[in-house]
T-cell receptor, first 111, second 113 residues
Framework: DQQVKQNSPSLSVQEGRISILNCDYT??????FLWYKKYPAEGPTFLIS?????DKNEDGRFTVFLNKSAKHLSLHIVPSQPGDSAVYFC??????????FGPGTSLSVIP | EAGVVQSPRYKIIEKKQPVAFWCNPI?????LYWYLQNLGQGPELLIR????????DSQLPKDRFSAERLKGVDSTLKIQPAELGDSAVYLC???????????FGEGSRLTVL
């Protein structure tokens, strides 16, 4: 039973446009959410996070939105760049600290 | 500052053979994690250490997998005997406390023939 879901296995976006990656979760005990980015043959790297007390967090071109009532979060990348092409993992942590990852979405930014 | 270091990067073995993976976390990080990542899936936690203590090993298949973190620094993950289904990438990560911001190594890719 997946507690963190990323229903789009892949996404293609034109360079300069907005990329929107979606994530849904089922566990209402999750209180901290993270996005990780992974290039081939490398480990995931932390990108951005958001606490459940907020509904938005922004860091440069990356913004994460959290809708607790819908148990949904999204990552917006504006503008998208070819170097953003990677697999993006949504992750969530309940108060007892175990980080649970979604299956990932592969983003391709087309020049 | 050095990141999380894992070795070997790649390992090919025959089924029923043993294999071991080593991880050196970021200096000062007291929490260490071993994750398993199958193709097309997200990382799944195998075991989490707080210093030397394994605080969450509920997903570790203890009949064939074992792990240790001596002196609360380096860690070793062992599989004995390996099975075909163990082919995957084994990721080590560390964090300072339990902020959730994990720092991952490059992973050890295991192929069992």
């Amino acid at each position: 039973d997946q507690q963190v879901k990323q229903n789009s296995p892949s996404l293609s976006v034109q360079e300069g446009r907005i990329s929107i990656l979606n994530c849904d979760y089922t566990n209402s005990m999750f209180d901290y959410f993270l996005w990780y980015k992974k290039y081939p043959a490398e480990g995931p790297t932390f990108l951005i996070s958001i606490s459940s007390i907020k509904d938005k967090n922004e860091d440069g071109r990356f913004t994460v939105f959290l809708n607790k009532s819908a148990k949904h979060l999204s990552l917006h990348i504006v503008p998208s760049q070819p170097g953003d092409s990677a697999v993006y993992f949504c992750a969530a942590r309940p108060s007892y600290d175990k980080v649970i990852f979604g299956p990932g979405t592969s983003l391709s930014v087309i020049p | 500052e050095a990141g999380v270091v894992q070795s070997p990067r790649y390992k090919i073995i025959e089924k029923k053979q043993p294999v071991a993976f080593w991880c050196n976390p970021i200096s000062g990080h007291n929490t260490l994690y071993w994750y398993l990542q199958n193709l097309g899936q997200g990382p799944e936690l195998l075991i989490r250490y707080e210093n030397e203590e394994a605080v969450d090993d509920s997903q570790l298949p203890k009949d064939r997998f074992s792990a240790e973190r001596l002196k609360g620094v380096d860690s070793t993950l062992k599989i004995q005997p390996a099975e075909l289904g163990d082919s995957a990438v084994y990721l080590c990560a560390s964090s300072f406390g339990s902020t959730g911001e994990l720092f991952f190594g490059e992973g050890s890719r295991l192929t069992v023939l």
